[in-house]
């Protein structure tokens, strides 16, 4: 499968989950504090090669690849490199290509992994909780009463059936994001260079 196709393989299974969330969202009220963006200040999110090969194919397609693979093997800091300390005007929050985010980026908050029991848990972070106690409250209470909820699982074994290789390992998501950018270089070293079309 070329890298195109990839691409949008994968931006069909985003769609998909931000479809998902979306009737999560209205179901139980759940949403983020306006502009808080705590549970990008993190220094050790992981997240698949995969999950970023859009992102990557956008930085191609825009020139800018190089200029990232330098300064994601130069800067080895563990806050992700798409991150902006402060949000920017008409941004959304602190993503700084938002359109281009990580799975985990995407379903953080409004999706549920299985315990070790198998039930799905409600993953979310702490100033939702607080915050917003009744949306929680009726979220948990949704997941737990066997509701349609977004499973973080689904979404990363759709993506490995894309590129197992690519959609397998969780890794920092900075190497996640210098991975992606190295495979489309790679796919490009030996093809005719994308052409933006006017």
Known sequence: MSIYLKVKAVERVFNSL???IKSFQQSTGLGCVSGCGLCCHKPNITATALEFLPFAYELYKQNLAYQWLDDLQTNKS????ILNPMPVEGSKGFCGHYQYRGLICRAFGFAAMKNKLGQPTLVTCKTIKTEFPESYERASNHVSSGKNVPLMSNYYH???SIDSDLG???????DAILSAVKVVLGHYAYRKPYRRRA
């Open 18 to 20: 931000e479809k998902d």
């Open 158 to 160: 759709q993506l490995r």
């Open 168 to 174: 397998r390992e969780l890794i920092p998501i900075n």
């Open 78 to 81: 563990g806050f992700c490199r």
